[in-house]
């Protein structure tokens, strides 16, 4: 990871965070991306945003364009972008009396503002900027810090699910990290709805990286709850069409996903929908455990259309 120069940190814990396999993916990035010829970076399934922000510190890209199908989230980078400064004052008011607490009112607080933030959830309104986005900013990213596992899932109603998680002492925030994300964020379009709007944005001169929900490796072992939508496996075959769109357009892609031969030699899923571009195999560690597929290292999917890469 030496010569990743990474200033910015993801300030929400998001399932399938990149932050592990960066110095990975980066051997694999195009070489254009180095050389200047690459003018526009879209990231449609942008969770934590490990990749985007390890990018577009580390490469000057003119044009930035993020995508999620989660409004919270969204909602999220958008308060960022927009009123950082007021965000990190609710987060230091909710930071410095959580922590003064003792153990059974921590769960009361959290109980409470996990409701008051799924009721507020049906009021917002998600495309005009008020302050309650910053309030409704701050509870989410207090909520991602102290439930159990710190992650995001909902239920099918959209709401936010995750019980209280008991840390002895969460880090809520980190002013400095929210500010630089601000000011990586300041021309970036930031949009919520399906990657499929991405299409839009590309051209011969884009750079995507496609991180989508990953194809389950067993019936049980997967975290696929970040949206109330389903991601099957029709939603893997639309998103590999749409690989093939961007290529024609002469956009350049990279995509991760699960390895199905973790578990069964013989499943060839990606190898068929993505015949004709490269597919490597890289090493991840990951926390899954199910039959056969134990909690460590596991391999994963980088699928791409070039061949002409950093490494
Ligand atoms: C594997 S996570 C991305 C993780 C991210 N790269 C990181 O480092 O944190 C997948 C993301 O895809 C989003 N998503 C699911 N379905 C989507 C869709 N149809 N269009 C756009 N985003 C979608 C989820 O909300 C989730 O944030």
Do not use: H
Request: proline content about 3%; overall charge neutral.
């Amino acid at each position: 990871m030496d010569s990743l120069q990474i200033q910015v940190n993801p300030f929400v814990k998001w399932a399938g965070g990149k932050r592990q396999i960066l110095s990975q993916i980066e051997r694999y990035l195009p070489v254009n991306l180095l050389d200047g010829t690459i003018s526009t970076y879209i990231e449609p399934f942008i969770g934590g945003g490990a990749v985007f922000f390890y990018l577009v510190s580390n490469f000057s890209i003119s044009n930035k364009i993020i995508i999620d199908i989660n409004p919270d989230l969204i909602l999220l980078y958008k308060t960022i972008q927009k009123n950082a400064m007021s965000l990190v004052l609710e987060l230091r008011k909710v930071e410095q009396f959580y922590l003064k607490l003792s153990d059974d009112e921590r769960r009361v607080f959290f109980y409470k503002i996990r409701s008051q933030f799924n009721e507020e959830r049906r009021k917002i309104n998600y495309s005009v900027y008020d302050y309650s986005w910053v309030i409704q900013s701050s509870q989410f990213i207090f909520l991602n810090r102290t439930c159990f596992n710190g992650l995001y899932r909902v239920n099918s109603a959209g709401e936010f699910n995750v019980p209280f998680g008991s840390y002895k002492n969460p880090k809520i925030f980190d002013q400095e990290n929210i500010e630089r994300a601000s000011e990586l964020l300041e021309d970036t379009i930031i949009i919520c709805g399906d990657f499929s709007i991405c299409l839009d944005y590309t051209d011969n001169k884009t750079f995507l990286y496609f991180d989508p929900p990953y194809r389950p490796i067993s019936g049980t072992s997967s975290f696929t709850s970040y949206t109330k939508e389903v991601f099957d496996d029709d939603e893997q075959i639309r998103l590999a069409n749409l690989c093939r769109e961007v290529s024609e357009k002469g956009a350049k892609f990279l995509l991760s996903n699960s390895d199905p031969k973790n578990i069964n030699e013989k499943d060839n899923f990606f190898e068929n929908l993505y015949s004709g571009f490269q597919i490597k195999r890289i090493n991840a560690r990951r926390n899954i455990s199910s039959n056969g597929y134990q909690r460590g290292f596991v391999d994963e999917l980088l699928i791409m259309n070039y061949s002409d890469y950093n490494q």
